[in-house]
Each structure stands twice: as C-alpha cells, then as structure tokens.
C-alpha cells in the first residue's frame, strides 16, 4: 500500500506553444463527373470546395461560416456527435482550432438534384493516415454552400486530451472476477505503480517520481478482474469543475459535441463516454464526479468521505475529498460498488421517500427546472415514491463554508509548491490559489463551525433513510467558447448545491435522467441522489430503479 502522494520537487517550467497549421488543398484538376449520369461537377462548386479546405486550414472562421447554409436545418456530424443548425456548428467551430494538414486523394460526386451535390472526399494527411468528408452541397442563392456533412477522422491512436498514457492493458487485472473483461481509465491523481502522477500540470510531473505500489482503489479493481487502461487527465490539481486544461487541451464532450466535458475527472469522464473505458476511477471534492457524469450522460458515485481509502491519491482538500466511480451504465457501477465496498448493504427495501432541497430547485436553469419537475412527477406516480419538498437554508453559506475550508486546506496541501512554480498554473486554477493563500486561520475557523452546523443540518435530512434529490448540476455543459465570467457564474452556481453532499460527508450518485435544450442540441442533465453515510450501493439500487433499469 503506497502513502499519499506529495507534491514534486520544483522544476523549470515550459510554456507550451502552438504551432499553426498550413493545410495544403489538392482537389482534382481534372473535371469530376457523375458516374452514373455523366454530368459533370460545376466548376463553382469545385472552387467552393478548394475555398473550403483552405478556410479550414487557415482556421478562417468568418469564411468557414459562410461556408455552410445558414439556418436551423444545416447539420454537421462526426464520431462525437450530430450538430443541427447553423449557430450550434458555429458555437462548435470556433473552440476546434485548424486540422491537421492533409490533401483531398480522391474525390466522388453524385448529382442529387438540381442545385444540389454530395461530395465524398478522401483525405490523405502529412502526418500519415486518411479520413472522409461527406458533405452535400447546394446552390444557395448562387452561392455553394454545405447544407448537410459528416466528418470520418483518421483514427487516433492516443486522444493526448483525455490521455497521458495507454496501455494494452497498462496493468492486466485478475484471471477471473466480477469485473473481469472492463477496461479502467484512472485520473492522474491516484497512484498506478511504475508511473509517476502527474495531476494535470506538466511541471509538476517533471518533478514526480514513479510510483512504487498501486493505490489501494486501483488494487481493488485489477484484484477484481478489470484492467487498468491507462492513466486519463485531470484538471490541474483537481482544482476546478469545468474540464479545461491550460497544457493539455480539453477532452471531449461524448454527449454533446462542442461542450466542455466537465472536470475535474474530465479524462476518465471523457474516456467512459467516448466508449475508450468501462470505468473511471476518480475523486471528487466539490463535484468532480459528478459534474462530468451530468455533462456526459453518466452514471457518477461520490462515495460516503473515508469508505474508500485514500491512500495513494494526491490530496486537494482532505476534509472533502472521496474516491468515486464512473460508468455508461447503472449495472456496471453497481458490480463495481458491490467489489470494492464489501460490506455494503441493498438498503431496507421500503418505501423511498425523496426530500427535494428548494433552494437547490431555485438555482437550476429554467429548462433543467421543468425537466425535474417532470422527471419527479413520473417517478410519483410511475414508483410510488413520496415526494417532499424541504429547506436547507441559503445556498450562500454552504458555498461560502465550504470555499473556506477547502481553499484553506489546498494552500496547506500545494501552496509551497505554487510558491515555488509561480508561472506553472494556468488561469482559473492559478486564480484561485491565489484566493486559497489569502485565507486566514481566524477565516478557516469560522468557516469550520460554520461547516458543522450545515453538517449535522444535512444529516438530519437523511437520517431517517430518506434520499435528498436535486439536479445535479444547474443546467447542462456550457459551450467550450465560454467566457471566463461564465464559467465562474456556473461554477458558483454549481458548488452550491454539490457542497451538500460535500459538507455532509454524504454519498451522492448521479444518474443521467434528464434531456433538456442547450444552444448545443439537446443535452443530459443528471439528478443526484444524496442519502446517509454507507448508503452507496443502496444508492446506486435506487438510481436503477428510478430511471427504470433492471
């Protein structure tokens, strides 16, 4: 069993640096034609396509824009999802960047309809490897433009967003167990032994050493018959809720393309939901569970704080942190719960009584709002649950306790080393260890009394075995183009109401229940089930149940 993990010895620090694409565009000079009808593709249209490729190699957006019809019908389509309407497929572009530099090696046509052409293109990359656009094009009021397309990629061998490092497996579980034949993505806070953690920040895995043993929690899972993957990415320090990584780029959104992912366990979220991992071992403090199973359609568990060992994995606020799970599926979380927390029990079978917090209802977007609404009226009627409504008093001041002491307790943790690396956070992560060193004791002190009080507040609630149940996060994943203070006004939004479960030291489990609209198309929304401590298969049954799973 290896110790907790510690911060690295302080190291040079190396910004990173784009380097800008310069695509190079090679469609036929010779005429294409309709095989089937002999027609030949107009020469504007050709043109169009030239002026295309080259738009998406100068990462143009003005020109890719116009590139496509405008309006609510034009579609765009790749291996992360469907985009409908113009403004999604621009919402979308403008966070991507340029593509890899490629030539067009082949290109087929087919007349549609008057005005109207599909386009197949194979395109050939420098780097090695083809992929295909599919692309219907139309006369649009004497313009070409896109009015529907699919992109087929080269396939990647390592996604260096979600991934630092892949193995085939990395660490091969048990001959045979529960879990044997899933594959595990481990966020890289918690030690896999013969690599070093490297928690998001490349000065800082410059500095760590390999670790000697597995971390109890990976033990378990290879003990069990699964496999480790590989080792997926965190936000910096585990410090944030967004997704976004400063050096490493952000992982995908598996639901909803152009959406951030949501951190900070965005790798192993990002991994599951992609279908690259079974599991996802990760933490979560503030939410970092359970935010990116909202955003990406997952099944997330926040353990009960303390059931799982902690040892091994890097700490940001000991007071809050847990060891949690993420899956595709509620069968798949349950078997792994069922392993790694033997003594967990099914519940008392009676009953469920679901106590919604108001002022949580009061914070979500107006669309998650309904679709809550709607969602506990079928479970009503459909379950015979009771539902009641409570009060758990302004969310301010679980928000504000909860800040407090988690920023007073990542100082003590990381805040030598930061002092060490001033230039080696990027934004957001920096700004807010910036706050976490002006903490004070007499702060953190009144913060922890105010704490206890929320503590024993929220446990009251379920002390009775009834569930507390609210949307898990205010609305879906905001777009990757999000300005700063948008993501600041989301994230304040959202530890308001996972401190809940945070200061209660509470199991929480986030079940993707809930569809609603976002600029993106329509988007997943979980609800949490927050219940007593050692309720986590109890919860995970429960879930099931509610969003109909046998």
């Known amino acids: 069993m290896t110790g907790p993990v510690t911060a690295p010895s302080a190291g040079p620090v190396v910004d990173p640096v784009d380097t800008p694409v310069d695509t190079p565009v090679d469609t036929p000079a010779d005429p294409v034609v309709d095989p089937r009808t002999g027609e030949t593709v107009p020469a504007a249209l050709l043109v169009a396509l030239d002026a295309y490729e080259a738009a998406l190699a100068a990462d143009d957006l003005v020109a890719l824009d116009d590139a496509f019809v405008a309006g609510p019908g034009t579609l765009r389509g790749d291996a992360a999802g469907l985009l409908v309407g113009h403004d999604a497929i621009r919402a ?98 918690v030690a896999v032994a013969g690599h070093p953690v490297g928690a998001g920040n490349p000065a800082w895995l410059r500095g760590a050493s390999p670790e000697r043993a597995h971390a109890p929690a990976v033990a378990d899972l290879l003990d069990g018959g699964a496999s480790v993957r590989g080792i997926a990415r965190t936000d910096e320090l585990a410090y944030s ?80 942190d847990t060891v949690g799970w993420l899956t595709r599926d509620g069968a798949t979380l349950e078997a792994v719960v069922r392993w790694c927390l033997p003594g967990a029990t099914d519940g008392t079978g009676g009953p469920l009584r679901l106590r919604v917090p108001a002022e949580a209802l009061a914070v979500a977007e107006p669309g998650t709002r309904a679709a809550f609404t709607a969602w506990l009226d079928g479970v009503r009627d459909g379950h015979g649950v009771v539902v009641e409504t409570v009060e758990v008093g302004p969310l301010d001041h679980w ?73 898990t996060a205010p609305g879906p994943a905001p777009s990757r183009t999000a300005d700063a203070e948008t993501l600041e006004a989301v994230r304040g939004a959202t530890l308001r109401t996972t401190a809940l479960a945070g200061l209660g030291g509470l199991p929480a489990l986030s079940v993707p229940a809930l569809v609603v ?16 401590p050692g309720s986590d298969l109890a919860l995970v049954g429960h879930g099931r149940a509610l969003a109909g799973v046998p």
Do not use: C, M
């Open 241 to 320: 809720i967004a997704g976004v990584n400063a050096h490493h780029g952000t992982p995908v959104n598996g639901a909803v393309p152009g959406a951030l992912p949501g951190g900070s366990s965005s790798g192993p979220a990002s991994a599951v939901a992609t279908g690259q991992a079974d599991v996802g071992l990760a933490t979560d403090t503030a939410g970092s569970v359970r935010v990116p199973a909202s955003y990406q359609g997952l099944w997330g568990l926040r353990t009960t704080h303390g059931l799982v060992p902690r040892e091994g994995v890097l700490p940001l606020a000991p007071s809050f």
């Open 399 to 471: 928000l504000d306790a909860f800040r407090t002491v988690q920023g007073a307790e990542a100082w003590r943790a990381h805040g030598a080393w930061v002092t060490a690396q001033p230039h080696a956070l990027g934004p957001g992560v920096r700004e807010r260890f910036a706050v976490a060193a002006t903490i004070t004791s007499a702060d953190e002190a009144a913060a922890r009394a105010a704490a206890e009080v929320l503590r024993d507040r929220v446990r009251a609630l379920v002390a009775d075995d009834a569930l507390l149940v609210l949307p």
């Open 92 to 189: 979308f572009r403008s966070a991507r960047g340029g593509v890899a530099p490629r030539r067009t090696a082949r290109l087929e046509a087919r007349r549609l309809a008057p005005g109207t052409w599909l386009l197949v293109g194979v395109s050939a990359y420098a780097g090695g490897g083809s992929g295909l656009q599919t692309q219907v094009w139309t006369d649009d009021d004497g313009t070409w433009r896109v009015l529907a397309a699919h992109v087929t990629g080269r396939p990647a061998a390592l996604d260096r967003a979600v991934w630092r490092v892949v193995g085939d497996p990395l660490h091969a579980g048990a001959a045979t167990g529960p879990l044997a034949g899933l594959h595990v993505a481990v966020k890289d806070v």
């Open 517 to 532: 609209p976002s600029p993106l198309g329509p988007a997943p929304v979980g609800v949490s089930l927050v219940g007593p």
